[in-house]
């Protein structure tokens, strides 16, 4: 879409660029000056400089700067047409389509419409729906009122084949859309039938507050306990956090997030008025989990259900590494109880106790495996002392790893020096593992050889297996490829391109399928490399200048083997072109 100059104008004057920011990382306010934690990239002391009053940021940790529209653009994945539209709702601005510019929407915006019609479509069927009693009823089992269910979009999906597929239908929703959002199954025969059946729906926003699937709770009958969405161009449960476009606020505000482990969880504790509670969506908490986490608050409490499955689900997923910028804590529950239940007995001061007063996830673990053995007996204590310390050595962090060790030796018995012995013992087994596990080297006889520019033409591969949007006027051919790699996969890219809409995301998988080439390896490893996407034009202007510095070259070498020449001929008009490239280098520079 393409908006008039004034709604644009008219939408940034209404955004307030610190509020947005403070909606996705953690900012600080220090009189006129406002520092934020960098989002596009990993920091632990905030170097992004944001001014509120012009609308402007700028990092000086990686260089990155923008407006408003810059920011959501980086930020949330989206062209720049999209970042107006989000804004625009955000600030209340009726946006004006300019005539004949309207354009078909990105594939991500009509699988969210879609997920949204689906939204509506349950909400409605557990609010008034004859079928929706037994919902109803499992809803008020766990002390939801109406406004509970509104204020988190629950909803009942009938126990039917195909209710969710007719409603679709009827607004026009292509079958191919509703299997591309996980709304449905394809059948044997070739139809379709809808994915959920007979349960509670919880849907699932991702950080914008944009619905992108769902989990839905079994009432009765057969299935597992809990159905997610599947993975799908807008749904990756790898990096999505049940609540989290309710909770960002809080976090930044109590510094602190809490991770629970479902969405009843959340609910629970948003209820007991805990709004930084947040859930995974069906798979264990990982590190894209931590790393979003971390833009909000350096505190994360893991409050699981105190039981040996909960407390597996604590440790699980962190046995190779301690994140040393991140203060990982596990909240201790009652035995048997998860938040759900705390709250639900109406401890809810207990649960408010238990997250203050949070163990560090690594004493958590130093603890576990102390209590393996008998610490009465010698021999035991030796390998106590052995298991604790694999433990210890994980922490990136000197003087913390000691505090850890005279804990052991206070614990123990052991004396605190051969605590840390043992620590220094399993570093350097670490080491020696990381070392094994290392590929090796490329042959020297046989190595790689890439073109000077070789980063900067990947980078614009990149950007165009995105479909960014600012391509749009960019001439982008061969001329500007000096790389044997990059110039042999351009025209793959190039196909992919050919017939979608700017924004519209390239179906990479179709394309390439399982392939092992090394060209589908490249595809592969630039389509999944999630860093912010540079800007298209600074890529090819960089890209054009070393075109400039090749015909520069080349035009001397030229000029110096006519010097050596009687026939000096012709050496006039190279002078001129020469000159004439040296300005157009220079112009660059300065317009840089």
């Known amino acids: 879409m393409a908006y008039s100059r004034d709604d644009i104008d008219s939408v940034r004057e209404k955004t307030d660029l610190v ?24 920091e632990k002391t905030p170097s992004l400089s944001i001014d509120g009053a012009r609308g402007l940021y700028h990092c000086f940790g990686c260089g990155k700067s923008g407006d408003i529209y810059r920011w959501v ?32 929407r990105s594939n991500r915006e009509r699988l969210v419409e879609v997920t949204a019609f689906a939204v509506e479509f349950f909400a409605e069927r557990l609010t008034s729906a004859p079928d929706g009693g037994s919902a109803r009823s499992y809803l008020r089992s766990r002390g939801y009122d109406g406004r509970d269910v509104a204020d988190f979009s629950l909803g009942y999906s009938p126990d039917s084949w195909d209710e969710l597929v007719k409603h679709l239908r009827d607004l026009g929703v292509r079958d191919d859309t509703m299997e591309k959002a996980g709304l449905v199954s394809p059948t044997k025969r070739g139809g379709i039938v809808d994915r959920f059946r007979g349960r509670v729906m919880f849907p699932i926003f ?122 990982l804590r596990v909240a201790i529950l009652p035995q048997g109880k998860d938040p759900a239940d705390v709250v639900a007995d109406g401890e809810i001061d207990s649960l408010r106790t238990a997250v203050a007063s949070s163990i560090p996830l690594i004493q958590v673990r130093i603890d576990a495996e102390l209590a393996k053995y008998n610490l009465d007996e010698p021999e035991a204590r030796a390998r106590a002392v052995k298991s604790a310390a694999s433990v ?143 800007d298209p034009a600074e890529l090819v202007g960089r890209l054009e200048v070393v075109r400039l510095d090749e015909e520069i070259v080349q035009i001397r070498r030229t000029l110096q083997r006519m010097e050596s020449d009687a026939d000096n001929e012709g050496s006039s008009e190279l002078l001129k072109r020469l000159v004439a490239l040296e300005q157009d280098k220079r112009s660059r520079r300065e317009i840089e």
């Open 19 to 42: 509020e947005l920011a403070a909606e996705i990382t953690k900012v600080k306010r220090s009189g006129r000056s406002t520092m934020a934690v960098c989002p596009f990239h990993s």
């Open 73 to 104: 653009q980086e930020t949330q994945g989206v062209d720049f047409a999209g970042a107006v539209e989000l804004l625009a709702r955000r600030a209340g601005v009726t946006l004006t389509v300019d005539p004949g510019a309207a354009k078909r």
């Open 206 to 327: 991702d950080l914008r507050g944009d619905p992108v699937g769902f989990g839905a709770r079994i009432l009765d009958g057969d299935g597992p306990k809990y159905l997610n969405t599947p993975e799908t161009a807008i749904y990756h449960k790898s990096r999505l956090l049940y609540g989290l476009n309710w909770a960002k606020s809080d976090i930044v505000r109590k510094d602190a997030s809490v991770v629970v482990e479902g969405y009843t969880d959340v609910i629970a504790m948003h209820r007991a008025e805990m709004r930084n509670a947040v859930a995974t969506c069906g798979t264990a908490l990982g590190e894209d989990h931590l790393d979003l986490l971390r833009r909000f608050s350096e505190r994360v409490v893991l409050a699981f259900d105190a039981d040996e499955a909960g407390a597996g689900a604590a440790l699980r997923g962190f046995d190779r590494s301690v994140p040393g910028d991140l203060d």
């Open 392 to 534: 210890i050595s994980l922490h990136p962090d000197v003087i913390t790893r000691h505090e850890y060790a005279v804990g052991v030796a206070r614990k123990t018995g052991v004396d605190v020096g051969l605590v840390e012995h043992a620590i220094g013992e399993a570093i350097r087994g670490n080491s020696a593992r990381r070392r094994s596990d290392t590929p090796p080297p490329v042959s020297e006889a046989d190595p790689v050889e890439h073109a000077d520019s070789y980063k900067t033409e990947l980078e614009l591969l990149r950007v165009m297996l995105a479909n960014d949007a600012r391509l749009v006027d960019l001439d982008i051919g061969p001329a500007l490829f000096y790389d044997a790699e990059t110039l042999e996969v351009l025209p793959a890219v190039q196909e992919l391109l050919d017939g979608l809409e700017p924004g519209e995301t390239p179906d990479l998988g179709a394309a390439i399928g399982s392939e092992e080439t090394p060209q589908a390896g490249l595809l592969r490893r630039l389509a999944l490399d999630e860093r912010p996407l540079a």
